[in-house]
């Protein structure tokens, strides 16, 4: 039976943890962030591959660093045939990589080269790409720029949300990660090289990328809200309030004159963009309130004409 060190952290890595489990894979020990605040009363909250080795019975070890002697240490007396990584938020350091018997394997959430770094799947939504999908790669000391080993594509639908592919990616995981040790423990596995050339990076989100620039065209807006849905949301200002935006979808006829300017008519609401587009707002929540469909939240307050998003 093979031996596995998991390394992992939100809930994208459980389904990978949890293939493994399920397929014959020993996993002797699972390395994960350690516990973080979190609510209004930051209460310490394990993580969810934590919760899940918990209640496999799998040892759990949370390291702040892995550069330490005391994390290579732990991670050498598994004497691992694989370390796997899905989403761990930690790069190793090389004398952790050289542990395994056969290699360090990373699950990562993009087409290679393409996203390299954090938040590949939102960064996929926000840029309103056609496709994204799953890499496996052999791990180096860079930054997702080992050798790819396996990909698998996925369409993504132009209403989709980030929160909404990366739970279809997360299912996705598992069946990728188990041919991809199955093919290389047998030797039927070529490593590529990426195409460094063709390389992107991407940065963690930050709540003030949220913020809606109306001057943008619909398109890119409708972008903005998926790729910020379930965290931060989209957002703008109406009447001095936040108002966030939860759904919304690209109108084909336009409505309103000015940038920012709100339309409402039979429950719906429009907001007029950039380069003569328009925006329907589906799904709004406005500060102090729950999240409500446009026709409900229009029923309880009305909208003044010539009301401009944003001021």
């Known amino acids: 039976m093979m031996r596995v060190v998991f390394m992992g952290t939100p809930d994208f890595a459980v389904p990978s943890l949890q293939a493994l489990c399920e397929n014959g894979y020993d996993v002797t020990l699972v390395v994960t962030q350690p516990d973080k605040p979190q609510g209004r009363k930051q209460i310490l909250t394990p993580s969810p ?6 209640a496999q019975n799998i040892p759990v070890f949370q390291p702040v660093s892995m550069k330490t002697q005391e994390s290579f240490d732990m991670i050498a007396s598994q004497t691992p045939d694989f370390i796997v990584v899905t989403a761990f938020g930690k790069i190793l350091p090389k004398n952790i990589l050289d542990l395994p018997k056969y290699a360090c394997i990373n699950v990562h959430g993009s087409l290679l080269p393409q996203y390299r770094g954090a938040a590949p799947i939102q960064w996929s939504v926000l ?29 993504i ?7 909404e592919l990366f739970d279809r990616l997360a299912v996705m995981t598992g069946p990728i990660l188990l041919k ?9 596995i070529t490593p590529q090289k990426q195409q460094d050339e063709n390389a992107s990076y991407v940065s963690v989100l930050k709540k003030e990328m949220a913020v809606v620039d109306w001057n943008q ?29 939860h759904v919304s979808r690209v109108s084909e006829k336009i409505y309103g004159n000015a940038i920012g300017e709100v339309v409402c008519f039979d429950g719906n609401i429009f907001v007029r963009c950039g380069n003569d587009t328009c925006l329907q707002l589906l799904s709004i929540q406005l500060e102090g309130s729950k999240r409500m469909d446009a026709d409900v939240f229009l029923r309880g307050r009305a909208i003044e004409p010539k009301t401009v998003l944003g001021d």
């Open 49 to 54: 591959v934590k919760e899940y080795a918990i």
């Open 127 to 155: 840029n309103g790409d056609k496709k994204t999908g799953l890499t496996t790669m052999l791990m180096d000391v860079g930054l997702d720029t080992g050798d790819i080993l396996m990909q698998e594509e996925t369409e």
């Open 157 to 163: 639908p132009e209403d989709e949300t980030a929160g």
């Open 217 to 245: 065209p619909a398109n890119v807006i409708h972008n903005l809200v998926r790729g910020m849905h379930p965290w931060p949301v989209a957002f703008t200002r109406l009447n001095g309030k936040t108002l966030k935006i």
């Open 180 to 188: 991809t040790l199955d093919a290389f423990v047998k030797g039927e």
